[in-house]
DNA sequence: TGAATTTCTTAAAGTAGTTTAATTTTCAGC
DNA sequence: GCTGAAAATTAAACTACTTTAAGAAATTCA
């Protein structure tokens, strides 16, 4: 079933099929209905999660109510609380299905061991760590300096296929403005 | 020389005194004066740089001219462009001395080799680079949600010594205000 | 298919933060 | 201790964004 991560991890991480495949024999798939939680405050994240299909979003809530988005993911992306995973401390995020998805989880014990055994799946991942460092870095940077209109067009850039597939109030929260603002850009943006 | 980063080897990586000297065998001592760069955009940061004393500002400038400070440090911490370190790619950052300062600066090939050679250095390490990627998760969801005020009020709760420390006008351009916005609150903050 | 729910839009009034500019204060370095 | 430069303050006018509210459009799933 996971096709998506074994083509992943060939292409990717280049490993061979007889590798790929015996990263996959301990994967676990999850299946989440639209809505349906993978992740909540309190849980401590114990796999990697790739998502084979669908559409999730990680965001919190604080203490007022409001909603923050972190991440949006389709299919082919990794999604996770790096922060609970790594630590192994409880998590204080919500990851969410937006669309009926399914996921490869690869357990953390196994995973340690696999890293150690398949230099290409250290890597990979390592490079998937510093890419995640640096977007966040950039969204910081482009946090302090751009107007919201700025970040919407680069938003919508960068992520054409997301800007389409999540709601706009989801997108308006992860660029850090209301709904109703976000309504207003993109009605200016059209004329 | 660089007896603050022998202390916080032994104390903080665990190191016994003999495996920390083997550290600082390979430490580069350097010296800046006030406004004095470490690191320029187009360069590729070749070390890890541990503040011995004084204080310097990381911070990148925009076409426009405005500047986004990213990171502020003191004695006792490290400050980097983890970015072009890990990727050996050129920075686009700044990080200058806002006081005369001493760094022990890692060259990366020889932290590799030592990286591999003490476990504690490595989970040190990284800790560390965990930290920093939370720190910036933090960071982000901060300015998603908070208005300048309490930005303000939590950075002081946070970081005592670099309130009192820095010019306000980065502080504001690490909160991504203007320093006379800045000022403002804090006159109200004493009334 | 149709009803319920969720999402999006529009607009007016309000607010948080910026800009500009002039003045004062602080501080580095001789 | 002076001096010039850098940093901080203040205030008024302005703008980007929020809030509130109400109606329209789109989407889900029974």
């Known amino acids: 079933m996971p096709e998506n991560l074994q083509l992943e991890l060939q292409t990717k991480a280049l490993l061979?099929?007889?590798?790929?495949?015996?990263?996959?024999?301990?994967?676990?798939?999850?299946?989440?209905?639209?809505?349906?939680?993978?992740?909540?405050?309190?849980?401590v994240s114990?796999?990697?999660?790739?998502?084979?299909?669908?559409?999730?979003?990680?965001y919190t809530i604080e203490d007022d109510g409001s909603e923050h988005t972190l991440q949006l993911g389709v299919e082919g992306w990794w999604i996770n609380d790096l922060y609970s995973y790594l630590t192994q401390q409880a998590s204080r995020m919500f990851i969410q299905a937006t669309e009926p998805a399914v996921l490869s989880l690869i357990p953390k014990p196994a995973l340690d061991v696999l890293l150690r055994k398949h230099p290409g799946l250290s890597y990979y991942f390592l490079d998937k760590f510093q890419k995640a460092y640096v977007a966040l870095q950039e969204r910081t940077l482009e946090q302090l300096g751009n107007d919201a209109k700025d970040r919407y067009t680069r938003f919508c850039e960068q992520y054409p296929q997301l800007e389409q597939r999540f709601p706009q109030y989801m997108v308006a929260s992860y660029l850090g403005i209301t709904p109703e603002f976000l309504s207003q850009l993109r009605s200016k943006f059209r004329s």
């Not at 015996?22 to 798939?29: A, D, I």
């Not at 114990?46 to 299909?53: C, D, P, V, Y």
């Open 46 to 58: 114990q796999h990697m999660r790739f998502i084979e299909s669908g559409a999730l979003r990680s």
């Open 16 to 43: 061979s099929e007889a590798e790929a495949k015996e990263v996959l024999s301990h994967v676990q798939v999850k299946t989440l209905k639209r809505k349906e939680f993978l992740l909540q405050p309190g849980m």
